[in-house]
């Protein structure tokens, strides 16, 4: 059973928040996790490199020189990868690093890197985050008053609020995410995961949906 405080926006606790820990995963696969890690870097990853290959280079194919006859060590055209201002030999190309994982281990491992957070302790949890008008300093004076103010964190909405992104996009080691949106790198990039009410009952729900089709699934294979 995971039971943690609810903390209100002046950082003062309200009620607490207790749910098995089942409806998020059922255990935490490192490994699953570590793939899935790899997946999003290689993802990042720009991949627009070049170099000028040797048919790139402009200038004339016709030999420098005479082969014999004239002391100097025999030349050819002035492209040649070996002489100054020449193309690359094997020059680098554009490259795509991407790569998916399945779908379903993808989800899977979202779960289990948010059940991680709360193993670890690393999750405070909010009622509500309403703001009038897009203010650094509103955000700012949560994270002071959770104690969060030295350390990177995840703030996690219950939907994408242009008040909230607007407001916190500014704070160093900050990110905002939509619960809907929400995946494993993010969760493990940042330390501390700031969870709003609304944004962990939809998660604790989709959980619950997901692990009623699986049991279904299950059921019909065995019949």
């Known amino acids: 059973m995971i039971s943690l405080p609810i903390h209100n926006q002046s950082g003062e606790e309200v009620g607490r928040c207790e749910f098995p820990q089942s409806e998020l995963a059922l255990s935490v696969n490192k490994q699953l996790l570590h793939d899935v890690v790899v997946m999003y870097e290689a993802n990042r990853r720009v991949g627009t490199v070049k170099t000028r290959s040797r048919g790139m280079v402009r200038g004339s194919t016709r030999k420098l020189f005479r082969q014999k006859g004239t002391g100097r060590a025999r030349a050819g055209a002035s492209r040649t990868p070996v002489r100054r201002g020449g193309g690359h030999a094997f020059g680098k190309v554009p490259l795509d690093w991407s790569y998916r994982l399945p779908k379903k281990a993808i989800r899977l491992a979202t779960r289990m890197a948010l059940l991680s957070k709360f193993l670890d302790d690393q999750v405070a949890v909010l009622d509500q985050l309403s703001l009038a008008e897009p203010k650094t300093k509103v ?14 964190c995840l703030l996690v909405v219950e939907r ?14 900050v990110w905002v995410s939509s619960a ?4 494993a790198y993010s969760l493990l990039h940042q330390r501390q995961l700031v969870v709003t009410m609304a944004a962990l009952d939809g998660l604790r729900n989709a959980n619950r949906s997901v692990a009623v089709v699986a049991e279904a699934g299950s059921e019909s294979l065995s019949s």
Do not use: K, M, W, Y
Not at 139 to 152: K, R
Not at 160 to 173: F, G, K, Y
């Open 160 to 173: 994408h609020d242009p008040l909230v992104a607007r407001s916190a996009r500014n704070i160093p080691q």
């Open 139 to 152: 955000v700012a004076e949560i994270f002071d008053s959770l104690g969060l103010a030295d350390t990177s």
């Open 180 to 183: 809907s949106d929400l995946n």
